[in-house]
């Protein structure tokens, strides 16, 4: 992953968004990481990998292990009315 610190993410702003096409690019403070650049290709990539992820859990769920939210909230009721 490319590195540049805050100054030269500002003095180079151009040369950063063309190197972000290619790769991350990782922003330092101080020596401390605070943000990471990723193209928008790269981004829309993430994002359809964790929605992937959500609906493989979803498939995989055995349905009577599923707590239906009307028995759900009405268990809750009668917890705090007791």
């Known amino acids: ?12 702003f151009g040369e950063m968004l063309l190197k972000v096409q290619s790769e991350p690019v990782e922003i330092k403070k101080n020596g401390i990481s605070v943000a990471v650049l990723l193209s928008t290709d790269e981004y829309k990539r993430i994002e359809a990998l964790k929605i992937e992820l959500v609906k493989s859990r979803f498939n995989n769920v055995d349905e009577s292990e599923l707590a239906y939210a009307t ?12």
């Open 71 to 82: 028995a759900f909230f009405d268990s809750l009721d009668s917890e705090t009315n007791e």
């Open 1 to 12: 992953m490319y590195t540049l610190n805050v100054n030269d993410a500002k003095t180079n």
